[in-house]
């Protein structure tokens, strides 16, 4: 599988290679499928995440490695948790919600503490990566997420955008300059698929949107 990380092309004086082209890619079909509210969303994110794993692990960079580590994990979560039947709209597909304002207050909290944690151990271990906080924000940022998405809630798109806003400079940095293009397509289908999770939410008026925005 050595050819994962040979280069593909180069384009605008960046060098793309193979393992972080197709990883993106099906990153990308994986977030088109979120948006859909499709099951396949978690077969094609946890491919992704073997792919990139790939990339990451040999550009040392432990934070982007290890988050494919716990992307694949929580892809195995999410795929039983929407096929558990709970949650399933009338058309099929997975019922989405606002989170409360306890679950929101689990998510920041999670995510403040998982991040200075991770980004405290990268920075006691410097072999462990080169951009100790940015990769630590990034794992940890990825996890709370997936697990938002695996539980329908809404706001898991805007913890993607915050995501985002790290993953793209930090991609081009460390000569991953596929990942930072895509991550560019990222934000768009985000946005589209906020506002589309956004408006299902609240035609759905189900109960357990209490602490949602009104």
Known sequence: MDW???????????HIKWSDMIGNVIGLLALAFGWRRSIWTWPAQFLSGVILFAAFATSHLTGSAGKQVVVMAVAAWGYWQWTRGRQQAQDGSV????????????????AVAGTLAVGGLFTLYPSLSWDPWPDAYIFVGTLVAMVAQARGLVEFWFAWLLVDLVGVPLNFANGFA??????????????WGMRDWWLRSRRSGRPS??????
């Open 4 to 14: 994962l990380n040979g280069e593909a092309f180069t384009a605008f004086g960046q």
């Open 95 to 110: 019922a989405v919600r606002f989170a409360t304002w306890r679950e929101r207050g689990y998510l920041a909290g999670g």
């Open 178 to 191: 596929f990942s930072g293009f895509v991550y560019v397509i990222y934000g768009a289908l985000v946005l």
């Open 209 to 214: 949107l209490e602490g949602a925005p009104a």
